[in-house]
C-alpha cells in the first residue's frame, strides 16, 4: 500500500532496497534492525541547511558506532557523490542514493509540493521514536542518545521454547550420523536479477550441513516433530503446521560457525516459510552459539539438549560465533499449505541449482509434510 505523509510517533518504517554508496545496488534497509537509526532526508548537500546537518553528523560521529546506533542520510542528487560531499564512514555512516526518490516518497519526503528535508529517528525494531525538521538536528540528536541511554538489553522476542522434542539418545544419533557423513559447507538464499540463487559467504555465514536422506528415519523425526512440537505453536501462535522443510542437521565449529543476523522468508524461494525451528542436539557441550533477535535486545536463546526454539522466519536473528567445541541443531521450516501453493507458484523466479517444488508430489510422497 503507498503511503501518503510522513511517518509518525510509533509507526513502523516501511523496508526497501536501494542504491547505497558503497557501491550496493540493492542494500536491504530491514537489515539494520536491532540498532538505533538516525536517518537525513537531506535531498541534497549543495542546500546551506543541509550542509549544517551534516555537518553535525560528523560532529557527534562517535555515536555511530554500528553496534548501538547507525546513521543514513539520504540524497537524491548525483553531485554529492560525485564530489565527494558525502562519503561512507564504517561503521555507522552510509548514504542511499536516492536518485529517483522511491525512498523519499515513500517516507513522504517527497510529496507533490516538493522536497521535506527531515531527521527520523527509529528504534531497534525500525518503529518511529521521532520526526524532526532538518533545523532541528540537535533536538533529534539529543532524543538519540536519551534512547541509547534508556535502551534495555534483556528483551523477550516473541519466540517459543518448547523442551523434549528429542530424546537424547535420538540427540545422540543424529550427531553420529553427521560425524559419519562429515557435511557440507552451507550457504543461504539471496535473490539476484529476479531469481533466488544459493550464495557462499563465510563472512555472512559459516555451517556444515548434512541432509538426511533415509525415509524411515525422516518419519521417525516428522513424528516427533508432529506430535511434540506442533501442538505447542498452535496453542502459542494459533497456526496449524502441516508441512516441514528440510531434514538438515547443522553443525557450527568453534572458530568457523556463525550465522550473522538474517530473516529466513525474504526471498521468492523462501517466502513460505512461516516458523524457523532449532532443535538443539548437544546443549552444554560448546560454548557460543546461541541465538540472538536483535531487534529484541542482547538476551539469548539455548533450548536445552532436545528442546525446541521457535519463532517466525520474519524475526531478524543471527547464530552466535561458537567459542569452543561444536554445536549440533536439526533445523527445519514449518508452513502450511496455503504456503505450499505460494512455494510452487514462486518456481518460476527460482535459479539454477535451487530445486523446484511440487506440493502435490511433496504431499503424497511425504517430502516435506507433517
Known amino acids: 500500500m503507498a503511503r501518503s505523509g510522513m511517518?509518525?510517533?510509533?509507526?513502523?518504517?516501511?523496508?526497501?532496497?536501494?542504491?547505497?554508496?558503497?557501491?550496493?545496488?540493492?542494500?536491504?534497509?530491514?537489515?539494520?534492525?536491532?540498532?538505533f537509526v538516525l536517518l537525513l532526508f537531506f535531498g541534497s548537500a549543495r542546500l546551506e541547511v543541509s550542509a549544517k546537518a551534516l555537518k553535525l553528523v560528523q560532529a557527534n560521529r562517535e555515536t555511530f558506532d554500528d553496534d548501538v546506533a547507525c546513521f543514513f542520510g539520504v540524497t537524491t542528487d548525483p553531485n554529492d557523490a560525485e564530489t565527494g560531499v558525502i562519503a561512507q564512514q564504517l561503521p555507522g555512516l552510509r548514504y542511499f542514493l536516492d536518485y529517483d526518490g522511491a525512498v523519499s516518497r515513500l517516507y513522504g519526503a517527497l510529496p507533490e509540493r516538493g522536497y521535506q528535508p527531515h531527521w527520523l529517528l527509529l528504534d531497534s525494531r525500525l518503529r518511529v521514536l521521532g520526526r524532526y525538521a532538518i533545523e532541528e538536528?540537535?533536538?533529534?540528536?539529543?532524543?538519540?542518545?536519551?534512547?541509547?541511554?534508556?535502551?534495555?538489553?534483556?528483551?523477550?522476542?516473541?519466540?517459543?521454547?518448547?523442551?523434549?522434542?528429542?530424546?537424547?539418545?535420538?540427540?545422540?544419533?543424529?550427531?553420529?550420523?553427521?560425524?559419519?557423513d562429515g557435511g557440507h559447507e552451507s550457504g543461504f538464499m539471496r535473490d539476484v536479477a529476479g531469481k533466488t540463487i544459493l550464495v557462499m559467504d563465510p563472512a555472512h555465514k559459516q555451517r556444515r550441513d548434512f541432509t538426511i536422506r533415509d525415509e524411515q528415519l525422516r518419519e521417525q523425526i516428522a513424528d516427533r516433530v508432529r506430535t511434540r512440537l506442533i501442538p505447542s505453536i498452535l496453542l502459542a501462535f494459533q497456526f496449524e503446521v502441516t508441512r516441514m522443510e528440510r531434514y538438515l542437521i547443522g553443525c557450527y565449529t568453534a572458530g568457523a560457525g556463525h550465522f550473522r543476523p538474517h530473516r529466513d522468508n525474504t526471498t521468492k524461494g523462501t517466502a513460505h516459510r512461516r516458523f524457523a525451528v532449532t532443535i538443539n542436539l548437544n546443549a552444554g557441550e560448546y560454548e557460543g552459539g546461541d541465538l540472538r533477535f536483535p531487534e529484541y535486545g542482547g538476551r539469548l536463546y539455548c533450548a536445552p539438549t532436545g528442546g525446541a526454539i521457535a519463532f517466525s522466519c520474519s524475526l531478524l536473528h543471527e547464530a552466535t560465533p561458537v567459542t569452543r567445541g561444536k554445536r549440533y541443531a536439526f533445523l527445519p521450516f514449518l508452513y502450511d499449505d496455503s504456503a505450499a501453493i505460494l512455494r510452487e507458484q514462486n518456481n518460476p523466479h527460482l535459479g539454477p541449482g535451487v530445486g523446484?517444488?511440487?506440493?502435490?508430489?511433496?504431499?503424497?510422497?511425504?517430502?516435506?509434510?507433517?
Do not use: M
Not at 528483551?155 to 560425524?179: K, M
Open 7 to 35: 511517518l509518525g510517533w510509533g509507526e513502523q518504517a516501511p523496508w526497501f532496497k536501494a542504491a547505497a554508496l558503497n557501491g550496493s545496488s540493492s542494500y536491504a534497509f530491514e537489515t539494520v534492525a536491532g540498532r
Open 137 to 180: 538536528g540537535e533536538a533529534a540528536i539529543q532524543a538519540l542518545a536519551a534512547a541509547i541511554a534508556a535502551h534495555l538489553e534483556d528483551g523477550w522476542a516473541p519466540v517459543l521454547e518448547v523442551p523434549n522434542v528429542f530424546e537424547p539418545d535420538f540427540c545422540r544419533h543424529l550427531i553420529h550420523l553427521f560425524e559419519k
Open 356 to 370: 523446484e517444488y511440487c506440493r502435490i508430489v511433496a504431499k503424497e510422497g511425504d517430502r516435506g509434510d507433517c
